[in-house]
């Protein structure tokens, strides 16, 4: 079994989900050229949830997400993020961008930018936050994801651990109100992902809403509320993670939980 | 040794190691020379091949450097000089052509009594590119930058005042305009604003100008093109060309990458059709057949005409140039940009220009070397250029009938002066960029 990569006591107090629809997407379907990626993918996802995607290489479960945020198009069905339908137009993919925080595994952060800049750039060009206040913010959140002392660096010069608490905190600053994550641990050393994980958990006491795509099963397992399985394009299994990990239905799920908790 | 001892950890260390200074460099003349010159039999037999190069080269030309002459005011008497000083048959350079053409060869036909215009033209040029190349010059200096192009035309070509702050205006209007259109679309925008412009230019700023030269008559001596010869043309040239050419190399680069069909089909056209054409037959062009297509009667200038063709020639070298530095970039880039909300023009200018123009600097600063260095062949459409158009003028006078090599050996080495900087100041600056993102 994968190991727990950090302490057991986790605050749930603010981890209430709210009737509110944080996501709906039904019936979705994408294809890349004659690929047939996503099919009939129905979801809805409430406010304060935090819901880790797993599921084999391949079976999607990025493309999933990317179109969430509109990083790959849907060819059918709908998707509704915040109230706004993802169409076309422009104006409500700025929106909704403005809405949804990414994290990438490979971290993606500028490099030719220092931290500080990392993370003050998009507020105050996409949200014309002053310079000021947006340093403000800046800080503000590398001290909650505890490296405040390296702001004046380029991501270079720091650790893959820390270089991905960069790049939560500069989807923080931007204020959104879902958190997508893509396999964000999967690209670290080993102590390295404590931490980020550690800056996950945080997140998630404090009530944001988030879907994680992660092999990190004890993460799951603490911090989840509803564990989807995917598998070919689909969505096979969805469940609590007490019952996903201990009662499994489907075939593909009790294989695939079979061989990622190495029984 | 007791069992006990053997059977319990493999090793532990107790004393920790001092760090040791690192064994002293074998170096000294001898060492290096057996290093780099005699390693093998293969390396020795080309140091000595090397050798009896240099040593052919030098024996058969330092009499002639040796027996230059400096003062003389023809070829006919620096002959005579040479052959009193060393004999009959000695051969020698004769530098006095310099000393007395030099200032055709810097100036052209420019009126002396104005030297001091392009001369100080030339100076505030570092004025207005010191913000821009060096980060130690003044930020505030900045301002100076734009409006320095058209300080430039002014003083260089002389006439009203009125004329460059028009077209200078023009550019202001444009930006107005785009400001006021881009609200609906950026590519609108940029349309807009451009179409505008240059309406404004060609029909508004002539009269426009006389009005205004009538009411408040500013202006200082004109000076034609026809005057313009030798450094001053290849300079001004070159350094117009560089200053346009980067900014259309760039517009280029994103247009070929654009998913407009149109913007894309455009772009690839443009490049793939100036890359394919010699710029002796761009030159032509501008020399004769712009002729045929404009207005009769509009007088558009030659050194524009030729700037312009010299302009879109080196931007679709670095179009592509800049297209590689883009490929390079990781996809994840503008991946992050989209994520965060950036829109396309954002992206672009804050995350992607700035990584891909510092991956092509080596490439965008050969191309300018190339480019200054094309700027010799206008000589084919009868600008003096200063490698054969003033030489050849020069020749023309009977008192320097035959000399050859001096001009080219003057002319070369101040190319290569330039040149010389330029490179090495894309050095210098690859090598600050990577100190700052590493
Ligand atoms: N741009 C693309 N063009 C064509 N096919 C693609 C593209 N991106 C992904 N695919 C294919 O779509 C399928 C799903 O990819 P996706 O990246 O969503 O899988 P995943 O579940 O995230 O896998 P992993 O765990 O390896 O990250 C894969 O078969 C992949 O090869
Ligand atoms: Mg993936």
């Known amino acids: ?263 | 040794m007791s069992d006990t001892h053997a059977q319990t950890v493999a090793y532990v260390r107790d004393t920790m190691l001092d760090p040791k200074p690192a064994p002293a460099n074998q170096s000294g003349a001898i060492q290096w020379l057996r290093e780099n010159l005699f390693s093998g039999w293969l390396n020795t037999l080309l140091t000595v091949l090397g050798i009896l190069a240099i040593y052919g080269f030098v024996s058969h030309f330092y009499g002639w450097f040796l027996h230059g002459v400096w003062n003389a005011n023809s070829l006919a008497e620096c002959r005579q000089i040479i052959t009193d000083q060393y004999g009959q048959g000695a051969t020698g350079a004769c530098w006095g052509v310099i000393r007395d053409r030099w200032h055709q060869f810097i100036f052209g036909f420019y009126p002396p009594e104005l030297y001091w215009r392009p001369i100080l033209t030339f100076l505030l040029l570092f004025v207005a590119v010191g913000p821009v190349l060096f980060q130690w010059v003044p930020k505030k200096l900045i301002w100076f930058t734009p409006a320095y192009p058209f300080l430039a035309v002014w003083l260089l070509w002389g006439g009203s005042v009125w004329g460059p702050v028009l077209v200078a205006l023009g550019f202001v209007l444009a930006y107005v305009v785009f400001n006021f259109v881009s609200r609906f679309g950026t590519i609108g925008g940029f349309a807009a604003g451009a179409i505008f412009a240059i309406l404004f230019w060609l029909f508004g700023v002539s009269p426009l100008a006389e009005m205004l030269h009538a009411a408040i008559p500013l202006g200082i001596e004109p000076v034609e093109s026809a005057k313009f010869g030798g450094f001053l043309l290849a300079i001004t040239l070159g350094a117009g060309g560089i200053a346009m050419s980067l900014p259309l190399g760039v517009i280029l680069a994103l247009g070929r990458q654009s998913d407009m069909f149109l913007i894309r089909t455009f772009s690839v056209i443009f490049i793939e059709f100036i890359r394919g054409v010699p710029l002796i037959t761009l030159l032509f062009v501008a020399s004769l057949l712009l002729n045929y297509f404009l207005p009769p009667g509009t007088n558009f200038d030659i050194i524009l005409r030729v700037m312009i063709l010299v302009t879109m020639f080196a931007a679709a070298y670095i179009a592509e140039v800049i297209r590689g530095g883009l490929a390079a970039l990781p996809r994840g880039q503008y991946e992050a940009a989209d994520a965060l909300g950036l829109d396309y023009w954002k992206a672009q200018r804050l995350i992607i220009l700035p990584q891909a123009l510092k991956i092509s600097i080596p490439g965008i600063v050969s191309t300018f070397i190339g480019m200054f260095k094309d700027t010799t062949l206008v000589a084919f459409v009868g600008l003096f250029d200063p490698l054969k158009g003033i030489p050849d003028f020069i020749r023309a006078d009977f008192a320097w009938k035959g000399i050859y090599w001096e001009p080219f050996i003057f002319v070369g080495a101040i190319f290569f002066i330039l040149n010389f900087a330029m490179s090495r100041y894309s050095m210098y600056l690859e090598n600050r960029l990577k100190r700052d993102h590493r």
């Open chain 1, 1 to 263: 079994m994968t190991e727990p990569h950090f302490d057991a006591q986790i605050d749930r107090s603010h981890m209430t989900v709210s009737d509110e629809v944080a996501i709906q997407i039904e019936n979705m379907n994408k294809w890349y050229g004659q690929f047939h990626v996503l099919r009939d993918i129905d979801l809805t996802v409430q406010r304060g949830e935090r819901i880790v995607i797993a599921g084999p290489s391949g079976s999607g479960k990025s493309t999933l997400i990317r179109c969430i945020n509109r990083l790959e198009e849907h060819q059918a069905g709908k998707i509704v993020v915040d109230g706004i339908e993802l169409t076309n137009d422009l104006k409500n993919i700025d929106k909704i961008r403005r809405e949804v925080g990414m994290v990438f595994q490979h971290f993606n952060l500028f490099p030719h930018l220092t931290i500080l800049e990392n993370l003050t750039l998009a507020p105050i060009w996409v949200r014309k936050t002053p310079k000021k206040e947006a340093i403000e913010t800046a800080m503000h959140f590398l001290e909650k994801v505890k490296i405040p002392d390296q702001a004046q660096k380029y991501p270079g010069q720091l650790s893959g651990g820390q270089q991905q608490r960069v790049a939560i905190a500069r989807s923080l600053c931007m204020k959104p109100r879902i958190m997508l994550f893509d396999e964000p641990t999967s690209a670290l050393d080993p102590e390295m992902i404590k931490e980020v994980l550690d800056t996950m958990i945080e997140l998630a006491e404090e009530g944001m809403t988030m879907l994680c795509v992660t092999h990190e099963m004890g993460f799951a397992q603490a911090v989840a509320n509803r564990v989807i399985f995917m598998a070919d394009g689909q969505i096979v299994e969805q469940n609590n993670p007490h019952d996903f990990f201990n009662n499994p239905q489907s075939e593909r799920t009790k294989q695939f939980l079979s061989q990622i908790l190495g029984h």
